[in-house]
């Protein structure tokens, strides 16, 4: 039979060869396959001596098996070598591919960073300055998430250009600065528009106004704030924000100055105190005691308040004022424009006439714009609905309907406030922010809802 032949020659070839050889066991009681060396029955089968090695002789061998070995062998030592190859292949696709990957990672991130800071008309520093370095830094109280803010020159009669807008982080604080052409003219009128829910703030220009190309495009900072856009049809700049935030808005010869901080934040910032304002506020308990000069600053009560101060004159011109609703309270503010320091807090005092009714008496007046305004809707008397429509306020939950000019003489205006219901109040001096002026001294009076 076939597989008896097959074990008889194997059994031969491990007889006649003398040399070492490898076994595998089939059955560990009768049989093995034996596998002779390699070289030594190789050299025994193709050998040209005609003289038989050891018993082996022609007769006796079976070619046709002798063959099979060999490509049994040839079979296996090629199949082991393609396996090697395709291993040594895989490895080196591998070693290519991760060092793409490198060169790709190492290569993409610097190129976006070179973008946004080499970029002409759109540069994004973003390694922080300290506050002291900025021009006219905000204070903590200086920030604002009123909807709507207007200013700026009107410029209907000349074209101005926007070269550059700049975005820079300070330690408390960040600055967005918009910068124009003509440095010896001022901002062109501008319309600030904030959505406090979107967290976002829309900036148009209006006159004639063109812009750098690279700013009528989109682009993404993923930093400081995350996108600046460009309205083609409505001729805006939208500003997209990372989280909710206040604002605070000046102009300055051809530059205006857009300071944010996120409200996550705003709370670690230490107050800087005003250096005029020297005082410590204290509350008047009082309704007949004017606290001794100088005295600025009152906590809230329902008693009659004063702010004291050393002057005499009547030289103090309150020729605009500020609103904004802090939520537990509304606050509404005659200031000096561009004038700062002691010189310009006049002496005045508050009390409640009636549940309705806070009489304002301020001296020390030059002007008020509320005698003389150019303005209908600020000349007399200002409504709620006035503030709302004009300035952007909103005034639903205020506890204000209106504040009128009752008398102006000899340097001291009487104000009657109309109120929805009789609260605490207090009156202090501050220095407040004005678009298109910059900073100015003011007197507030802030009445809870």
Same mark, same amino acid.
């Given at each position: ?10 059994? /031969? ?28 029955? !190789? ?122 807008? /700049? ?48 700013? =009528? ?12 856009? @460009?309205?083609?049809? %409505? ?21 205006l100055f857009l300071d944010f901080v996120y409200i996550n934040i705003i ?11 020297? =005082? ?29 101060? %050393? ?12 609103? /904004? ?16 320091? &002691? &010189? @310009? ?12 009714t806070l009489v304002w008496e301020v001296e020390n007046l030059g002007r008020t714009f509320m005698f003389d305004s150019q303005t209908p ?11 709302? &429509? ?5 005034? !639903? &939950? ?41 900073? !100015? ?9």
């Amino acid at each position: 039979m076939a597989k008896k032949n097959i074990i008889q020659d194997m059994q /031969e070839f491990k007889d006649s060869t003398s040399s070492g050889h490898n076994s595998f066991t089939a059955n560990s009681s009768t049989t093995k396959f034996v596998m002779p060396d390699l070289y030594a029955s !190789s050299k025994k089968m193709f050998s040209t001596t005609s003289k038989p090695t050891d018993g082996i002789n022609s007769s006796n061998a079976n070619p046709g098996k002798i063959m099979f070995l060999i490509i049994l062998i040839v079979v296996i030592g090629m199949g082991s070598a393609l396996i090697i190859r395709n291993l040594a292949i895989n490895n080196q696709t591998d070693q290519i591919n991760n060092q793409k990957s490198k060169d790709i990672s190492t290569s993409i991130t610097p190129t976006q960073e070179v973008i946004q800071q080499t970029s002409k008309s759109l540069v994004v520093n973003n390694v922080q300055q300290e506050d002291s370095s900025a021009e006219n830094p905000p204070t903590v109280n200086s920030f604002t998430d009123s909807i709507m803010v207007k200013g700026g020159q009107n410029t209907t009669n000349k074209e101005r250009k926007l070269l550059k807008i /700049e975005i820079t982080q300070y330690t408390t604080f960040n600055r967005i600065t918009f910068i124009f052409d003509d440095s010896d003219l001022k901002v062109p009128e501008y319309i600030i528009q904030f959505d406090d829910i979107k967290n976002i703030i829309n900036i148009k220009f209006n006159g004639l106004v063109q812009y750098e190309k690279e700013l =009528t495009q989109d682009t993404k900072i993923n930093g400081i704030l995350k996108e600046v856009r @460009f309205d083609t049809i %409505n001729k805006k700049h939208i500003l997209l924000f990372n989280n909710k935030l206040k604002y605070r808005v000046f102009d300055k010869q051809n530059r205006l100055f857009l300071d944010f901080v996120y409200i996550n934040i705003i709370n670690t910032i230490t107050p800087t105190p005003s250096p005029t304002l020297t =005082t410590t506020p204290t509350s008047i308990q009082s309704n007949n005691i004017k606290p001794t000069p100088p005295f600025f600053e009152n906590q809230f009560s329902i008693n009659q308040q004063y702010i004291s101060n %050393n002057i005499n004159s009547n030289n103090i011109l309150h020729n605009t004022f500020a609103v /904004e609703d802090e939520g537990s309270y509304f606050e509404f503010i005659f200031a000096s424009r561009n004038n700062v320091g &002691n &010189n @310009f807090i006049p002496n005045s005092t508050a009390y409640w006439e009636n549940d309705t009714t806070l009489v304002w008496e301020v001296e020390n007046l030059g002007r008020t714009f509320m005698f003389d305004s150019q303005t209908p809707e600020y000349k007399n008397e200002i409504t709620a609905m006035t503030i709302q &429509n004009n300035i952007g306020v909103n005034m !639903s &939950n205020a506890n204000f309907i209106k504040i009128k000019l009752r008398s102006y003489s000899n340097g001291k205006a009487v104000y009657e406030i109309k109120t929805k219901n009789k609260s605490q109040f207090r009156i202090l001096a501050k220095v407040v922010n004005i678009p298109g002026s910059g900073n !100015s001294q003011g007197i507030a009076i802030q009445i809870k809802d």
